[in-house]
């Protein structure tokens, strides 16, 4: 089975600066998604950014990157100019067949704390 | 506006007593999730729908149970049996199928049930 493991269950950063949120995972998939989403404290879960397996380019969605590595199966998200707005509870996930479906297998999350 | 309706917010049960939580989608999309969040666990999946008339058990289903009778609604009902049921409720939905389907999940505000 699919595991997603996200090592940092908390992790704090100045306002404006730079902050990187790692992300692993377990398959013997070859063509897959990941994805990272956001809950702030409202709870509602939001997409931030999207990868597709083969795609060697690393995603980017203004302000959030993503470091792919595909061998080493690591996932992480850069989150740069970080503001007030982007303190949540961010999840990595991994897309994966289940039945004919498609299911999301979740880490556990890292809190992320914006200092001003 | 589209979107996932999740009804209510907030719920609190007595031990021994069944509940029902409401999901509602008008993004018309096909397949359906329910996934339970505690603290520091990530979202779990507890059952999914692909069509109408359809589900199937998810990584945590015992406990609970759900109806697909029509496209656009997925209620979930905590019964008794459910040992530990205080947490969070995610329903999500997607659209399933064809070239842009990547997997990805549009999720409801969320229902905190609490067990008293």
């Known amino acids: 089975a699919q595991t997603v493991t996200q090592s940092q269950p908390e992790m704090s950063v100045q306002e404006a600066e730079t902050v990187t949120l790692s992300c692993t995972y377990d398959?013997?998939?070859?063509?897959?998604?990941l994805f990272w989403y956001k809950q702030p404290p409202s709870r509602q879960m939001i997409l931030v950014i999207r990868?597709?397996?083969?795609?060697?380019q690393n995603a980017t969605e203004n302000r959030f990157s993503v470091n792919f590595q595909k061998a080493a199966k690591s996932f992480s998200l850069k989150i740069s100019d970080s503001q007030l707005g982007d303190a949540a509870m961010y999840f990595c996930?991994?897309?994966?067949?289940?039945?004919?479906?498609?299911?999301?297998?979740f880490g556990k999350g890292t809190l992320l704390t914006v200092n001003p | 506006d589209g979107g996932i309706t999740q009804s209510p917010k907030y719920l609190f049960r007595k031990e021994g007593q069944n509940v029902t939580l409401s999901c509602e989608q008008n993004?018309?999309?096909?397949?359906m999730y329910w996934y339970r969040q505690d603290p520091g666990q990530g979202l779990r999946l507890i059952y999914y729908?692909?069509?109408?008339?359809?589900?199937q058990k998810g990584d945590i289903a015992e406990g609970y149970s759900v109806s697909r009778e029509k496209k656009e609604s997925f209620p979930l009902t905590v019964t008794s049996a459910q040992k530990n049921p205080t947490a969070f409720y995610l329903c999500?939905?997607?659209?399933?199928?064809?070239?842009?389907?990547?997997?990805?999940?549009?999720f409801g505000e969320g229902s905190r049930l609490t067990v008293l």
């Open positions: 990868q597709e397996a083969y795609k060697q």
């Open positions: 996930a991994y897309r994966s067949w289940i039945g004919s479906n498609y299911k999301l297998t």
């Open positions: 999500a939905s997607r659209p399933s199928g064809g070239a842009g389907d990547t997997g990805e999940l549009f």
């Open positions: 398959t013997s998939e070859s063509d897959y998604y």
């Open positions: 729908s692909q069509i109408v008339n359809d589900f």
């Open positions: 993004l018309n999309h096909d397949a």
